[in-house]
């Protein structure tokens, strides 16, 4: 096993020598043991290593990164050598820092070594169960997998953090098929740290298969309305990151293209939605323990009952704009279920769509999209009324937070966030 204390030393010392006073540096070895299924038959087995060296120093207000995945002494010297001669060579900016001192911490988080016979057995009931319960699945690509990962991270102030960490991870991408019927390629995933339940029962797998073969029988929509839209927690969590990097991000709040700046304390959503980035969370699988800039990481609301409550800023970003850094530097989100449960939800709905997926552009900076709903459902009179075929919609990233009719009781928790269904008004469909 690598010395990941060794190397780390090393490039303390050879920043120390050089003159160096502000730096940080994280040293991770990653071992990935991998099973690979196309077409519905195991087709490989194999242990992937990774190495990474990430090197950042301060020098006279000037800042030098590197990276490497070299952890010979000469590559470490040079590495070092080269982000400083980087650091000479860029513009001065005062607002570069890294974290105080910090507590020093080890963690050890999920399953650090695998279990690798009871993942060979997970993954071949998975196939199994699918082939069982859902016959119309043509499993294109399963890819199922133990990551482990030793960490070290330190800075010139002192702080040195060190994270072993091990998760268990599916992903899947499936699509339907019935004679000369078939569907487009669909994708769940989930990540776990530990093998006690069937994959199949983890976050939304069972349910995106089933929505997958629905939608071997497709209905068109004619002509355009605006309705309610149902977002399930994955196309939820696609339009939520969509809003993040839009609205309280490091480059948009610089910039001041965010229509949230100076919005701190102002009502930006629906009062129902308190949305938190909680890295912490024990659903939230070996999730951040520290940030990049150096900080213990903390679960923070970012809108808490409809109000902005923070941005997700960067140290660097933070002490440009005189606002407060972001408590941890994670994309775990965590929506709490509301009082509705998801099937009183879909019959309140006059007419409406469930959006599975969105297939579409980049939002504007402002928040406006437009795109396909994949994998989506026709609402009326409070029914589904079966699988739609390729529907447009159209909205704003901004308006559906405040447009929030409601939350289901009902979460998924995939391992990398936790979301219910929230059902938005506003959306206009559009169809032939």
């Given at each position: 096993m690598?010395d990941?204390?060794?190397?780390?030393g090393?490039?303390?010392?050879?920043?120390s020598?050089a003159?160096?006073r502000?730096?940080?540096y994280?040293?991770?070895?990653?071992?990935?043991?991998e099973f690979?299924v196309d077409?519905?038959?195991?087709?490989?087995f194999?242990?992937?290593f990774?190495?990474?060296?990430?090197?950042?120093v301060?020098?006279?207000?000037k800042?030098g990164?590197?990276?490497?995945?070299s952890f010979?002494?000469?590559a470490?010297?040079?590495?070092?050598?080269?982000c400083i001669q980087?650091a000479e060579?860029?513009?001065a900016?005062p607002?570069?820092d890294?974290?105080?001192?910090?507590e020093n911490?080890?963690f050890?988080?999920g399953?650090?070594?695998p279990d690798?016979d009871?993942l060979?057995?997970r993954?071949?009931?998975l196939?199994e169960?699918?082939k069982?319960?859902?016959?119309k699945i043509?499993?294109?690509?399963m890819?199922?997998e133990h990551?482990k990962?030793?960490?070290i991270?330190?800075n010139?102030?002192?702080?040195e953090f060190e994270t072993?960490s091990?998760?268990?991870?599916i992903?899947?991408m499936f699509?339907?098929h019935?004679?000369?019927?078939t569907?487009?390629?669909?994708g769940?995933s989930?990540?776990?740290?530990?093998?006690?339940?069937?994959?199949?029962?983890l976050?939304s797998?069972?349910?995106d298969?089933?929505?997958v073969?629905?939608?071997?029988?497709?209905?068109?929509?004619?002509g355009?309305?605006?309705?309610?839209?149902?977002?399930t927690p994955?196309?939820?969590?696609?339009f939520?990151?969509s809003?993040?990097?839009n609205?309280?991000?490091d480059?948009?709040?610089?910039?001041?293209?965010?229509i949230?700046?100076d919005?701190l304390?102002?009502?930006?959503?629906a009062?129902?939605?308190t949305?938190?980035?909680?890295?912490?969370?024990?659903?939230?699988?070996c999730?951040?323990?520290h940030t990049?800039?150096?900080?213990?990481?903390?679960n923070?609301d970012l809108?808490?009952n409809g109000?902005?409550r923070?941005y997700?800023?960067?140290l660097?970003?933070?002490?440009?704009?005189d606002?407060?850094?972001?408590?941890?530097t994670s994309?775990?989100?965590?929506i709490e279920?509301g009082?509705?449960a998801?099937?009183?939800m879909?019959k309140?709905i006059?007419?409406?769509?469930i959006?599975?997926?969105?297939s579409g552009?980049?939002?504007s900076?402002?928040g406006?999209f437009?795109?396909?709903?994949k994998n989506?459902f026709?609402?009326e009179?409070?029914?589904i009324?079966?699988a739609?075929s390729e529907?447009?919609i159209?909205?704003?990233?901004s308006?559906?937070?405040k447009?929030?009719?409601?939350i289901s009781?009902?979460t998924?928790?995939?391992?990398?966030?936790?979301l219910p269904?929230?059902a938005?008004s506003g959306?206009?469909?559009?169809?032939k």
């Open positions: 690598t990941l204390k060794s190397i780390a090393q490039i303390g010392d050879e920043i020598k003159g160096v502000k730096a940080q994280t040293v991770a070895a990653k071992e990935t043991r690979n077409g519905g038959e195991f087709s490989l194999r242990t992937l990774d190495n990474c060296l990430v090197i950042t301060y020098k006279d207000d800042k990164s590197i990276s490497t995945n010979d002494r000469e470490i010297t040079r590495a070092v050598s080269n980087s060579a860029a513009i900016d607002a570069y890294i974290a105080p001192k910090q911490k080890i050890e988080e399953s650090y070594e690798v009871k060979f057995a993954t071949k009931e196939l169960t699918i069982e319960r859902h016959p043509l499993m294109e690509q890819i199922v990551v990962k030793h960490e991270y330190q010139t102030n002192g702080t072993f091990g998760s268990y991870g992903s899947l699509s339907g019935e004679g000369n019927s569907t487009s390629f669909f769940s989930v990540t776990t740290d530990n093998l006690d339940r069937p994959f199949i029962e976050g797998v069972e349910k298969l089933c929505d073969e629905a939608q071997l029988s497709p209905i068109p929509v004619e355009k309305f605006e309705g309610i839209a149902v977002l994955g196309s939820l969590g696609s939520l990151y809003a993040m990097e609205f309280v991000s480059i948009t709040i610089l910039d001041k293209t965010s949230w700046v919005k304390g102002e009502k930006v959503a009062d129902c939605l949305l938190s980035l909680a890295p912490l969370d024990e659903r939230i699988c999730g951040e323990r990049s800039d150096g900080f213990l990481s903390e923070y809108i808490q109000v902005l923070s997700m800023l960067s660097y970003v933070a002490n440009k704009s606002y407060a850094p972001a408590k941890n994309y775990a989100a965590v279920g009082d509705t998801y099937e009183d879909i309140g006059k007419k409406g769509i959006v599975g997926r969105f552009g980049s939002p900076s402002n406006d437009s795109g396909v709903a989506s026709l609402i009179d409070g029914q009324k079966g739609l529907t447009m159209n909205g704003n990233l308006d559906i937070l447009n929030i009719v409601a009781k009902e998924v928790a995939d391992g990398t966030s936790v269904y929230i938005v959306v206009t469909i559009s169809g």
